[in-house]
């Protein structure tokens, strides 16, 4: 089996989750025993075929659908030694309804028939930008608008980071007639760029119907450990880190409130566990299934920031 180390959730009810190491009680790790018995697989050979989505001969056919009113260059594509690299300027499109976007020659036919034949499963690109960002991925398919099938991600400032997207966060079983490729912008601070390049689709090594019966998803329900946060110390001390000592918390149990369990507190409060990743899922991408939280979150993976949502409710 394979570690990986820590899982941390900080929300603003407030929580932070982390998937952690050993301690001086250790919790039974995510993914071992009882909660995750792997059966016999058989691994996909098909590999899905590279799209070009920002090559030189379609870069001239992304557009701007819905533009907002008198505004200025909503993006460029360059081309360099960088890779070709779409930039999107998100003040100059309006949230949740301009929509940067291409449709592929050849169509459907052409590209997502071709995707679903390979038994492609997940779309990717490296995505970074100048500030925190979130953004919507589209797939465009004739005669339906660009909003129809859609997924959320976030553009982080830093290095370029990998984003990983499954058919199924599009609410679609396969890529079949899908066209074209969209981006928009839900919310940014101002003058936000983000930047995306080496668009791919790909195929897991397993079928759709191994994960609707559950022989690659591993249960994270149960025993946490956990701990108040009343004056927000635990980003200044990395509670999130793969190697921050976590022994001293207390234990709880997911799926029930903090009052429920003896903890009269509202605040911050953070999350921390191991996780087991067997052998059987090596090069799968891994979606991480959380509870909706009433307020704010954060959530580390191996001391990683993964995602977080900072709303009013």
């Known amino acids: 089996m394979k570690l990986l180390k820590k899982l941390t959730v900080l929300t603003s009810i407030h929580l932070g989750f982390a998937l952690a190491v050993a301690q001086a009680e250790p919790l039974e790790p995510f993914g071992t025993g009882a909660k995750y018995s792997p059966r016999p697989l058989k691994a996909l050979t098909a590999k899905a075929p590279e799209i070009n989505a920002l090559g030189a001969e379609i870069a001239p056919l992304w557009m701007v659908e819905n ?21 999107i300027a998100t003040d100059q499109l309006d949230p949740a309804r301009s929509t940067v976007r291409v449709l592929l020659p050849g169509d459907g036919p052409a590209n997502g028939n071709v ?9 990717s690109f490296l995505c970074k930008s100048t500030g925190p960002a979130q953004m919507t991925f589209h797939l465009l398919m004739r005669g339906k608008t660009a909003g129809t099938n859609q997924t959320g991600f976030v553009a982080a400032p830093g ?12 609410k679609l079983k396969s890529f079949s007639n899908i066209a074209g490729l969209g981006v928009r912008v839900a919310s940014a601070e101002k003058g936000v760029e983000v930047l995306i390049k080496d668009i791919a689709v790909d195929s897991a090594p397993y079928t759709d119907q191994a994960w609707a019966s559950h022989q690659l998803k591993i249960n994270i329900n149960g025993d946490w450990r956990f701990a108040t946060d009343p004056s927000k110390a635990g980003m200044d001390g990395q509670w999130y880190a793969d190697k921050f000592d976590d022994s001293s918390w207390k234990t709880i149990q997911s799926g029930a409130s903090w009052q429920q369990q003896g903890i009269e507190h509202y605040g911050w409060g ?37 995602g977080g949502i900072s709303s009013e409710y």
Not at 159 to 170: K, N, T
Not at 282 to 303: A, H, K, M, R, Y
């Open 115 to 123: 995707w679903a034949k390979a038994q492609a499963s997940y779309i």
């Open 67 to 87: 533009p907002r009113p008198q505004a200025g260059q909503a993006f460029s594509i360059q081309q360099g030694g960088d890779g070709n690299v779409l930039r």
């Open 270 to 306: 953070w999350y921390r566990q191991q996780l087991f990743v067997p052998k059987e899922m090596e090069g799968i991408p891994l979606v991480l299934n959380l509870c909706p939280i009433q307020s704010d979150d954060d959530t580390w993976f191996n001391g990683v920031r993964v």
């Open 159 to 170: 290095d370029w980071q990998r984003v990983v997207l499954p058919i199924s966060e599009f």
